[in-house]
């Protein structure tokens, strides 16, 4: 079930994480309802669900003719604004933008993306054209500290290529707000491309203890989909994912998927620990 708060104006979704005996008893219908967002992003909102594995928020915002406000109900998350004790993640996944954060705008083209540190006061989101409007992906997390609002573009950002074809799973793994890049309190994002002919992405897969993950598939064309992978080793689920449906993955579940095409995803973290390899693989022989 989920709990709704604020007025019909601005309203956040609470999304609670089921227990690992609790999954393994779900039936499909319901492992969608819990681990995704299918109805993210709408024209002309900014949507929030406020998940409570290390009180993440998940977002977006459509912005058509008029900006959008980054703001949710100050009982829920009991600050005067929404940056006063958080810091916040945004890419840009569609068409040209512009994000203003106390005054400052920052334009952001496709696959930039604005680290927003903690004591900012206002955010709000445009399109430069409503038409072919941008869409901002928003994921944020509680910040004990304050660092400064940075931009990260596709030019200046750190690039991994990982895998290879034989396994048909080579990938450029774009690393954003990470130790050596943006600099922030816990938050650790960037985002995924698949090379052609390569369907596979984070294969093999593995968990993290330390901190959550969410997923989020874009540049999927409309026609295809991914099937997403998740739960323990020894009982693997999965989900059909299509654009734009970001799918949440608690610390004990791995979190992996193949496509129908190749397609990019947008990777977002937090927790304990920033360090982007701190893993704990599964062996392929593990996972049943």
Known sequence: MHIFWGSIFKIMQIQNSPRIEEYEMMSTPELRDSFMLPELFQPGKCELVYWEVDRAIIG??????SPLRLEAPQKLIAADFFCERREV???????????????????????????IGRGTKEV???????SAPAHFYIISFPAHTEYPTTMSSPETTNRVEMGSSE???????????HKAGIRSCQLVMGWTELLEGSVWNTFPPHTHLRRCEIYNYFDLPEDQLVMHFMGPADCSRNLVV?????VLSPPWSMHSGAGTANYKFVWAMGGENQEFTDMDAIPL????
């Open 167 to 177: 396994t048909a799973n080579e990938r450029v793994i774009n690393q954003q707000i």
């Open 60 to 65: 977006s915002a459509v912005p058509l003719d």
């Open 89 to 115: 993640g945004v890419i840009n996944l569609g068409g040209a933008g512009r994000i203003t954060t106390d005054g400052k705008t920052w334009e952001a083209n496709k696959c930039d993306t604005l680290y």
């Open 124 to 130: 709000t989101f445009a399109s430069v054209d409503a």
């Open 242 to 246: 299509r654009n734009f449906q970001p």
């Open 285 to 288: 022989s593990e996972i049943s």
